[in-house]
């Protein structure tokens, strides 16, 4: 038996609880893993919530990110053998697999072994938010050497990793955020600049920061309204990459700057990378050499417990913290 944290209802955190349950062994393709730490993300509070692109089978599992130590191999694995310490990409859907546990299977497609150095709480800070922000900087979005992103959100685990990538490109992060009291942390986390606020204030300074050309790139989960603002601190021929709804409303979209510098408003989500073998590969070779050169550090927040699985779930609701939640088993 193994406890597994599964939800039989829609709700908030209190929903979750831990269940002893059999796990099956890996069938062909799988790799089963012997749970070491987890990475808490947002769209585990969205499925939970039913807010998430489909809706909960009940008993419902969850969880993308794990990391820990291969237990079995299903048949038809051969890159992978008990023993190694691994992690998981989140490249799969909560109907068919979670990682929210003790003990897990996972397709080992979205598998990858840890790079030398990196502790399991480290490893399972890492795939979601570094596949993620590479997928729209720099297989989306291109970023190159000189130019500025705006960074949405910049204290999350996402938008610090994209201040890291477009640091190790030799690109300039602009990072955004509610209030000020980030402010320090955003520059000690590699932010050329921090933005608090928005409105037409927010596409002043960026106008100013950038000599008036514009960002070339604003990389956002909030949308809505706001959104405008940065469209507006765009550079001729740049792209607005909205890559989550913490905004459920429409995008404010302003017409004519979006005519007149021919800009570029794009939807995008991780499972555009991670269910193409061939993006993903990229975006596994660019990650691991970032984190073997030390250009990518993934940085943690806070851990819990998996027996506090529902205090570190409130914790992210409350939006305060400024990196990764690890949940250790």
Known sequence: MSRIVRFHRIGGPEVLQIDDIDVPAPKAGDVQIRVKAIGLNRAEVMYRSGQYTHAPRFPAALGYEASGVVEAVGSGVQDFAPGDAVSVVPAFSFLDYGMYGELVNAPARAVVKNPAGLSFEEAAATWMQYATAWGALIEIGGLARGQAVLVGAASSSVGLAAIQIAN??????????????????????????????????????????????????????????????????????????????????????????????????????????????????????????????????????????????????????????????????
């Open 168 to 329: 190790s490109v030799g690109a300039v992060p602009i990072a955004l955020t509610r209030s000020d009291s980030k402010r320090t942390a955003l520059l000690e986390a590699g932010a050329k600049h921090v933005i608090a606020g928005g409105g037409d204030a927010l596409t002043q300074q960026v106008r100013e920061l950038t000599g008036g050309t514009g960002a070339q790139l604003a990389f956002d989960p909030v949308g809505g309204p706001e959104a405008a603002h940065q469209l507006r601190a765009l550079a001729k021929q740049g792209m607005f990459v909205q890559y989550g709804a913490l905004d459920t409303r429409d995008l404010s979209v302003p017409v004519m700057d979006l005519l007149s510098r021919h800009l570029s408003v794009r939807g995008y989500e991780l499972f555009e990378i991670t269910t193409d073998a061939a993006k993903l590969e990229r975006a596994k070779r660019f990650i691991t050499e970032g984190l073997a050169s030390g250009a990518l550090k993934p940085a943690i927040d806070r851990t819990f417990t998996l027996d506090e699985i529902v205090e570190a779930h409130r914790y992210m609701e409350a939006g305060a913290q400024v990196g990764k939640i690890v949940v250790t088993v």
